[in-house]
């Protein structure tokens, strides 16, 4: 401790002196002086010797000597041992180093919050407390044990962190300490959305991107992203799950395809209800986990071959004929359409199958119908001779033995013509009063001076809208109303120019007001892709558009896209 006697005269002076004073402990004697004649000539005396003269001969009236301590300014700083960057909920802890002032005791501290962005608030400024007992700032903590707690939301740029000591003694001034900035991040987020969005079936052969976005953390680097991959049917497929990497290696998830730089590829098996699963963590102070879902289904839809078998009948007269036989082959989207059917186990010889037509459904599936011209030799007169086939079609095959599809063939010992119609099912739709059904009737005969069959059908002959008289082929196209619904005959009669007459009845069924979950069935379809053939021609037969029942929108137009 600093001690010195000083001949200060007055209290000004003495307030002047200790304002620029060293930190120290000062005594001031205050004294008046009175020169009388006993006292003598005290000139270039020292200030302690001229104080024990005016004593010992009591010439100056001196008082007691005033002591005063010097204590320095107060002082802050602030510090902390914890992470400045963390996930909202994560705590730091900074604490305040306080000196100077009169005091300890008297030093009172407080804690100024600052939003490092304006825009984001207004600053945050706590009630003066002792040292003692806010000596401690508590982040995303609780008050006590000499600690003010507070709570902070993240804002963008963070905040800016000082403390403000203040005593109450004469010339303490108050003292703010250094500035820290921290850091409050959003938790971690995740969300995964194919690409492009809202995908949720697809097909096994097709490959699907899922792309991962994520938010909040500490930092981009610190992310890890992990997935795992659980399918709906256990005994077909297992579950599994990958390893943490980091962001840049896993942000894109492709399934089923090829290996794509900075994507992680996977393979899954044929299910209806993969759930897929990215999970987000963060080695961050206070960040928690993030995961989102969402469910797959990894679909294989097999080709459908429909196909018939071909009753014919050969008048005396012919020796062997052209049949062309028709197939529809209905593809789902997770097959080609592209390909060629194949014909094998036919033991006549034809050519083919050559696509004759090919449209679209609503729901994806394609419709092709194809055609092989046979020719079909006669057997001995009244006898039937049976041969059948296989289609097969991408893996798919129709046909095994006498199961079909097979040639009935029988030659006629009667040289009168042969009629061929095949049975039909027609659908009238709740949202329509009627329908147009096209049939269509082949003439087999001897004279080469056919003429128009009779087609006859709820109870008026219909005249044909197309016809090729050579090859003995002729359409109709009947208005088929709701009072029809159930089973009608139609009656074909043909009169050749000899004068011969056959005729032949064939069950009509009309549907209508009844559902069906038969995809083969192309009612109420609103657009229809037709594919015209290498002679720029193309049909639509009726039992391709109205095949089955089915209930439509009352407001569907149709759209014919050539």
Not at 255 to 268: D, M, Q
Not at 484 to 491: D, H, Q, R
């Amino acid at each position: 401790m600093k001690s010195s006697l000083q001949s200060l005269s007055n209290l000004a002076a003495i307030e002047d002196f200790l304002s620029e004073a060293d930190p120290g402990e000062y005594c001031v004697y205050i004294f008046a002086y009175t020169e009388t004649p006993q006292c003598g000539n005290f000139a270039g005396f020292t200030l302690e010797e001229l104080i024990d003269a005016c004593l010992d001969g009591q010439c100056y009236d001196v008082s007691d000597p005033l002591c005063i301590t010097v204590f320095p300014d107060p002082q802050v700083s602030i510090s902390t041992q914890d992470a400045t960057t963390v996930c909202d909920g994560g705590q730091i802890k900074f604490t305040a180093a306080a000196s100077g002032g009169l005091s300890d005791d008297c030093l009172l501290i407080s804690w100024q919050i600052d939003p490092a962005n304006p825009q984001n608030g207004a600053p945050q400024l706590t009630q003066p407390a002792p040292l003692s007992e806010a000596g401690m700032l508590l982040i995303n903590g609780a008050s006590g044990n000499g600690a003010v707690g507070v709570n902070l939301p993240p804002i963008e740029g963070g905040y800016v962190i000082t403390a403000v000591v203040t005593c109450d003694g004469a010339g303490c001034t108050t003292a703010t300490s250094n500035p820290v900035n921290i850091v409050i991040a959003p938790d971690p987020q995740i969300d995964i959305e194919t690409v492009p969005a809202d995908i949720r079936e697809v097909c096994y052969n097709e490959p699907l991107k899922i792309q991962a976005t994520t938010s909040g953390g500490t930092s981009d680097d610190c992310l890890m992203i992990s997935w795992s991959f659980v399918p709906s049917d256990a005994m077909a497929n297992a579950a599994f799950a990958t390893a943490p990497m980091t962001l840049d290696e896993a942000a894109m998830l492709i399934i089923n395809g090829e290996e794509t730089a900075g994507a992680l590829n996977v393979t899954l098996g044929i299910d209806p209800g993969w759930t897929i699963e990215a999970t987000l963590t963060c080695d961050g102070v206070g960040c928690d986990e993030a995961s989102d879902e969402l469910t797959i289904a990894i679909i294989e839809t097999n080709n459908l071959i429909i196909a018939t078998n071909a009753e014919v009948i050969i008048p005396a007269c012919l020796n062997e004929l052209v049949y062309n036989y028709r197939f529809t082959v209905v593809n789902g989207r997770c097959n080609d359409p592209n390909l060629t059917p194949v014909i094998t186990n036919l033991g006549y010889a034809f050519t083919g199958p050559v696509k004759i037509d090919s449209y679209v459904s609503d729901d994806q599936f394609t419709y092709s119908t194809y055609e092989i011209a046979v020719t079909v030799p006669a057997p001995a007169i009244g006898t039937t001779v049976r041969d059948c086939f296989t289609i097969t079609y991408e893996g798919e095959s129709l046909g095994d033995g006498d199961s079909g599809p097979c040639f009935d063939v029988t030659k006629s010992g009667d040289p009168k013509p042969q009629i061929v119609m095949n049975p039909q099912t027609i659908t009238i739709p709740d949202c329509q009063a009627s329908v147009d059904a096209v049939f269509g009737v082949t003439i087999l005969s001897c004279d080469e001076t056919a003429s128009t069959p009779t087609f006859n059908f709820l109870g008026a002959n219909h005249t044909p809208g197309f016809s090729q008289a050579g090859d003995g082929y002729f359409r109709y196209t009947v208005n088929i109303p709701i009072s029809a619904i159930g089973t009608n005959v139609a009656t074909v009669s043909y009169t050749d120019g000899e004068g011969r007459s056959t005729q032949i009845n064939f069950l009509i069924k009309v549907l209508g007001n009844e559902q069906t979950t038969d995809y083969s069935n192309l009612s109420c379809t609103g657009q229809v892709n037709i594919k015209l053939n290498d002679d720029c021609e193309a049909y639509l037969s009726a039992t391709q558009l109205l095949n089955g029942a089915v209930v439509c929108d009352d407001l569907l137009m149709y759209t014919w896209c050539m």
